[in-house]
């Protein structure tokens, strides 16, 4: 295991259709989060997880983004009925779970166009 | 909900000169991270500070917390080429004991003119 592994790397999907990502953290990692970035910004907090559990979900995020970590080891990230906005890389980072080391390891990405 | 701005967020510099990144946090931070992110690629974690006042140096980086714990700063003496890229701070809340949601900053992109 070598670092934090994202599928698939792109994805084109037509408007309005449903696309799912997956992300497989570093093992024994127990946090997990998701990210989007766009061109030129920062990676914005979509959510994050304690093991199975999801702590916490952006504001900004519509009810068409939903993640799940089921045994606490993988996580997908669906976005249902998509819209051009959504049009963004979305990073996966993974982080041990003791309180004096909190670095994120981040995967390589999905880069989503939605056409 | 909080927010973590830098300053500036574009710098380009001659090859062999100084540049600094600042970043403030709208809330007080348990602790700061320091994050690098080359074009095309994903960030890549830099350091960890905790302590109020804390300065850390990687060889030519400099990083700063303040002593409020509500920003931070990066210096880089005599950037070299392999500097290029974007740097983000990224913190957690102080007040969020036990959900340690990761708030990345705006980025300051740095450029090396040769």
């Known amino acids: 295991d070598t670092g934090v592994s994202q599928n698939p790397r792109h994805k084109i999907t037509k408007r309005g259709q449903n696309v799912t990502f997956r992300c497989d953290p570093i093992?024994?990692?127990?946090?997990l989060y998701w990210y989007r970035q766009t061109l030129g910004q920062g990676p914005e907090f979509l959510t994050y997880?304690?093991?199975?559990?999801?702590?916490?979900k952006s504001r900004l995020l519509s009810d068409r983004f939903s993640a799940e970590r089921p045994k606490g080891s993988f996580s997908t990230l669906e976005i249902q009925r998509t819209e051009q906005g959504d049009s963004a890389m979305y990073l996966c980072?993974?982080?041990?779970?003791?309180?004096?080391?909190?670095?994120?390891?981040f995967g390589q990405g999905t880069r989503l166009t939605v056409v | 909900g909080q927010q973590v701005m830098q300053i500036p967020q574009y710098q380009h510099v001659q090859e062999g000169e100084d540049f600094t990144t600042y970043c403030n946090s709208s809330?007080?931070?348990?602790?700061i991270q320091w994050y690098k992110q080359r074009p095309g690629g994903h960030p890549v974690f830099l350091i960890q500070?905790?302590?109020?006042?804390e300065v850390k140096k990687q060889k030519r980086l400099t990083f700063q917390f303040g002593e409020a714990k509500k920003n931070s700063s990066l210096h880089i003496t005599a950037t070299q080429t392999t500097d290029v890229g974007t740097y983000f701070c990224?913190?957690?809340?102080?007040?969020?004991?036990?959900?340690?949601?990761?708030?990345f900053g705006t980025g300051t992109r740095l450029t090396i003119i040769p």
């Open positions: 980072a993974s982080s041990p779970d003791y309180w004096a080391n909190t670095e994120a390891f």
């Open positions: 093992s024994e990692h127990n946090r």
């Open positions: 997880f304690q093991n199975e559990a999801q702590l916490e």
């Open positions: 809330t007080t931070l348990s602790n």
């Open positions: 500070l905790v302590k109020s006042g």
């Open positions: 990224a913190g957690q809340e102080e007040s969020n004991f036990g959900n340690e949601k990761l708030t």
